[in-house]
């Protein structure tokens, strides 16, 4: 990629459309790059200046792109850069100890995200439930919409897991949503427990997903230290779904019927 390619990929990545739109229109009025100096302040008050002039110096390099050559390459990137961010943003989900360093959103406000997002379908791995208020409340409300919860948690060491504290007892209270435990393949060939739900994670409707180190405890929503990202679009969080599911359909996982 030449340097003026590679700037004009910069400004569609930095800079909204709208804004692109217009400095594209005043360098397609352009006779040549030479141009390009006197009419620099005509971009608007807010453009980075640092980055119009690395576009200009980059252009005088590569002075056989014509204005129009320009202009229709800064559209392009940018419209490729929209469609790019509409399929698929990631931000990253932090609790703990800040340093300033990361723009990183709340464990609790995540997940409440993606429960309240849920319109149809929702999915949620724990490895441990306890009653977290602000949790049960946004579920409460998804089976108010009508929205179809299965949750897959760890069970208890009575029915063959490794934990003491009875999170499907905890759920079982938000009826009708369902509970499904992990027991085929979690027995070595010694008949040893060999295996745990370990995994963090939410899904809503295969357009929302939530990967985490946090269990749906009080401690990993206010007081450990927890990462994880949530993904909106994209083909990741149907991919993350449609698999939950098969673990249903081929029962690996089953429904849990104790308490």
Excluded at 11 to 39: G, K, N, Q
Excluded at 157 to 172: F, M, P, Q, W, Y
Excluded at 175 to 204: D, F, M, R
């Amino acid at each position: 990629m030449n340097k003026l390619m590679a700037v004009i990929a910069e400004f569609a990545l930095e800079l909204h459309p709208d804004r692109i739109a217009v400095i594209a229109s005043i360098i397609e009025t352009m006779v040549s790059v030479e141009e390009f100096d006197s009419r620099k302040l005509s971009f608007g008050p807010n453009t980075d200046k640092d980055m119009i002039d690395r576009l200009w110096q980059a252009w005088r390099k590569e002075n056989k792109a014509t204005p129009r050559d320009v202009a229709f390459s800064l559209r392009g990137a940018s419209a490729t850069a929209y469609r790019s961010k509409k399929r698929e943003s990631i931000q990253l989900v932090w609790t703990g100890p800040s340093t300033g360093l990361l723009a990183a959103r709340h464990t609790e406000q995540v997940l409440c995200e993606v429960i309240n997002s849920a319109k149809q379908n929702l999915f949620i791995v724990s490895f441990v439930a306890y009653k977290v208020e602000s949790i049960i409340k946004a579920l409460r409300n998804a089976i108010e919409r009508k929205v179809k919860i299965n949750v897959l948690i760890e069970t208890t060491s009575e029915h063959g897991g490794r934990i003491d504290h009875n999170s499907a007892k905890v759920l079982s209270q938000l009826s009708p949503l369902n509970i499904y435990t992990w027991y085929s393949g979690k027995q070595s060939e010694t008949g040893s427990l060999s295996g745990a739900v370990h995994a963090k994670c939410a899904v809503a409707d295969g357009k929302l997903a939530f990967i985490t180190s946090a269990n749906i405890t009080g401690a990993a929503m206010e007081l450990n230290m927890e990462a994880g990202v949530l993904v909106k679009g994209g083909d990741l969080p149907i991919r993350l779904q449609d698999h939950l599911n098969a673990l249903i359909s081929t029962n690996i996982i089953e429904k849990f019927n104790g308490t």
